[in-house]
């Protein structure tokens, strides 16, 4: 009887369930899944399908995470997403609204072998290509961060995600990431922790670094004049990896920040509004309006939304020290 009585007392087991966060994105947007109320020990469920693109899982305690990149070409309307814990398991549901994109557009001009490359040219943009190919490829893994993104550098956006490029009169896609001013030499730091996978110096990005941070994230640093780092080097929240410059297909000094996630590279000022290893309480939706300004138009420089990264605090070892403020003069505000 008091067997029974306990059995009755005993708190119900939490029910399992799916959140997308935020609830209201846009296309280009990277959203979080978190599944609450579920043991991690029992196994990762399948990874859920997100606007027809696969989204994996990782264990967190008490349930699972994931990261989807939202398609630049995404309709409006309502994301509806399906998680099965186990095959026969009954479904999780969560539903969003995807808002209106809102690209801008800009025209460009640079010299003519950016546009028109010889056939030495294009050999060395297929090398280039192989390369990115191969970093991209990297298994899937467990976050090696556990705090939120942040800017490599804390300066104003002279062009902004998504901007749609015509180069000497030629459309030329979008732009996959966010250009920030800057003078030759300034610094750039890693967004997060990570390990590099490519210090390289490319045809049209110029001297390039990209990042892998687990969970299916990269992050790429374009143009720089210096690269302070080496394939296979850990880097850490705040770190130096390299330095502003202007090579490659570059109208001036500046940096080309992108974050690239699960295949599809996605607007960064939506990065820096997640924790994905945090507890997944709310992140502010996107601000209302056009990125960077009004189509048609390159959009009013703005200074990021986020500080830049900086070392966080941790258990172990000790926090390093705050980066250096900004070196140099007011720079030019180039836009590719």
Request: aromatic content about 6%; overall charge positive; proline content about 15%.
């Amino acid at each position: 009887m008091a067997a029974a009585a306990a059995l009755v007392a005993a708190p119900a087991a939490r029910a399992a369930s799916l959140r997308i966060v935020p609830e209201r994105a846009r296309p280009g947007d990277l959203v979080l899944l978190a599944v609450e109320g579920a043991d991690p020990e029992a196994g990762l469920p399948p990874p859920a399908a997100v606007a027809g693109r696969p989204a994996r899982f990782w264990g967190v305690p008490g349930g699972f995470r994931a990261l989807a990149p939202l398609p630049v070409d995404l309709a409006p309307g309502p994301l509806e997403v399906e998680v099965r814990l186990a095959p026969d398991a009954p479904p999780l549901r969560a539903r969003a609204e995807v808002a209106p994109a809102d690209f801008a557009e800009a025209s460009l001009t640079v010299a003519p072998r950016f546009v028109e490359p010889s056939p030495a040219q294009r050999r060395r943009m297929a090398e280039d290509q192989a390369a990115f190919d191969a970093v991209w490829a990297t298994p899937f893994a467990p976050p090696a961060f556990d705090a939120p993104f942040a800017p490599p550098r804390e300066d104003e956006v002279t062009a902004p995600f998504g901007q749609r490029r015509v180069f000497n009169g030629r459309q030329q896609g979008q732009h996959h990431g966010v250009d920030l001013a800057g003078a030759p030499g300034d610094p750039v730091r890693a967004a997060n922790d990570g390990r590099v996978v490519l210090a390289r110096d490319c045809y049209a990005s110029g001297k390039s670094v990209v990042v892998h941070h687990g969970a299916g994230v990269f992050s790429v640093y374009f143009h720089l004049s210096r690269m302070e780092v080496r394939p296979g080097d850990a880097v850490r929240r705040g770190q130096l990896v390299g330095r502003v410059g202007r090579t490659g297909r570059a109208t001036g000094p500046h940096l080309h920040f992108g974050v690239k996630v699960a295949g599809l590279y996605v607007d960064p000022d939506s990065v820096y509004r997640l924790d994905p290893a945090g507890p997944p309480l709310t992140a502010p939706a996107p601000p209302a309006g056009p990125r960077g300004g009004a189509a048609g138009s390159p959009g009013s420089p703005r200074r990021s939304s986020r500080r830049a990264a900086s070392p966080r605090r941790r258990r172990s070892p000790p926090p390093r020290p705050p980066p250096p403020g900004r070196a140099g003069s007011p720079a030019p505000r180039p836009t590719a």
